[in-house]
């Protein structure tokens, strides 16, 4: 009996577990080790951030579709990986270590940068996924919401919290953006901006958030601004037992993996989604698209590795659509060259992810 240990939860291990049969090969053993019992799909986050969608909504019962596909499921997280003896070590209260002839790893990314002082221990966690939820309505209530960071992410989480608090009577909050790059680009960063200013969002750009005390978060152009809740979506954070593997990792700690989502020195693990670093796409973003179509490959190349049959390879396409929510059920739609916003765009962008959700639930 062979056993493959899928490491974590995410988007491309949800698309593997599609598409096992219930009835796969029964020499060899499944297992899913994910440190939530869900799924939380980070699409919706800002729609249920906004209060348009439920909890039910955005997550998928990992252990009820493992139990539909015969795979066996653990909920605790991976603690660390031992390529040399092939094993896993998990936390699940007590030590638990499982032997496995192929490991994959979906385990996501983090959003604690170290290098803004005092962040990691007061912020508001969006990453695991699965902590977002118990903090959100600390969000929607704080008088003060500071969001960190440039990209599609942190604009829809201000314009979600922004229109929440416009219909629950605070519009004596304020929400404060700090940025230091782009957004999106040049173009949709000037639709952005402006909306910004209609709905009376604060934005502070071309500026670094460099340390956060109890009540403040200090900027670079030293501004003081008051929080009561912080979120940083400035960037992925890689999870610290990659490295600690000693198997080979980026400059800033995803694994680095071959066009057939192979690690690069040990042929029995494989991994994909935000906690890898494609040698052949070294600058792939991380972002939910990816990690899904990834899914495909990964689930062909796991049989394939069993079977020692050759891999296929992980091409990413060339442009993803953008479909990015302002708030009040609006979106703003960004494709190549093409900017284009409306009540249409958040139809659609509902219609991509509720269908996304039904595949699973
Ligand atoms: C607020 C926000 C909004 C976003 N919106 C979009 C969007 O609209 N479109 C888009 O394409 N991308 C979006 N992204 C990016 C997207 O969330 C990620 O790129 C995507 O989730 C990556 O998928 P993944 O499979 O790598 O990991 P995830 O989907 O994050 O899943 C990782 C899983 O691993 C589990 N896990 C973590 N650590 C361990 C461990 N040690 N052991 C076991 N299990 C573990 C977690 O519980 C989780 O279930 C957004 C991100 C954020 C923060």
């Not at 999870?239 to 989502?261: C, I, R, T, W, Y």
Request: contains cysteine; charged residues 25%; proline residues 3%.
């Amino acid at each position: 009996m062979k056993t493959v240990i899928l490491a974590g939860g995410g988007h491309t291990h949800l698309e593997v577990l599609k598409r096992l049969s219930s009835h796969h090969d029964a020499s060899v053993k499944w297992i899913l080790v994910s440190a939530s019992r869900y799924h939380y799909y980070s699409g919706m986050f800002s729609g249920f951030a906004e209060g348009l969608y439920s909890i039910e909504d955005i997550r998928i019962d990992l252990k009820q579709l493992c139990e539909k596909k015969r795979i066996h499921f653990i909920e605790a997280a991976v603690e660390s990986f031992d390529p040399e003896h092939q094993t896993v070590t998990l936390s699940d209260g007590e030590q638990l270590a499982l032997a496995y002839d192929r490991l994959s790893l979906d385990i996501g990314s983090h959003t604690a940068p170290e290098q803004i002082e005092g962040l990691a221990e007061r912020q508001t966690q969006m990453k695991p996924a699965h902590l977002f939820p118990d903090r959100i309505e600390a969000c929607r209530k704080a008088k003060e919401l500071v969001i960190i960071g440039g990209g599609a992410a942190a604009c829809e989480m201000a314009f979600s919290f922004h229109q929440w608090k416009q219909q629950h009577g605070r519009k004596y909050d304020r929400i404060t953006v700090i940025a230091s790059n782009e957004f999106i680009d040049r173009k949709s960063d000037q639709v952005i901006e402006s909306m910004f200013e209609e709905k009376g969002i604060h934005f502070i750009k071309n500026d670094y958030a460099v340390k956060v005390t109890d009540r403040y978060v200090l900027t670079q152009n030293e501004k003081n601004i008051l929080y009561q809740e912080v979120i940083f979506l400035g960037g992925a954070q890689a999870p610290k037992l990659l490295e600690a593997s000693g198997l080979p990792v980026d400059q800033k700690g995803f694994m680095k993996v071959n066009a057939g989502l192979q690690t690069i020195d040990d042929s029995s693990i494989f991994a994909a989604g935000d906690c890898v670093a494609l040698v052949t796409h070294p600058d792939l973003p991380k972002s939910g698209v990816y990690a899904v179509r990834q899914g495909e490959v990964l689930y062909h190349n796991l049989l394939a590795s069993l079977n020692r049959e050759p891999l296929a390879d992980y091409t990413p396409q060339q442009r993803a659509l953008i479909l990015l929510s302002t708030g009040g059920m609006e979106a703003l739609m960004l494709y190549g060259n093409w900017r284009k916003a409306g009540r249409w765009a958040w139809m659609w962008k509902d219609y991509i992810d509720r269908g996304y959700m039904r595949k699973y639930q």
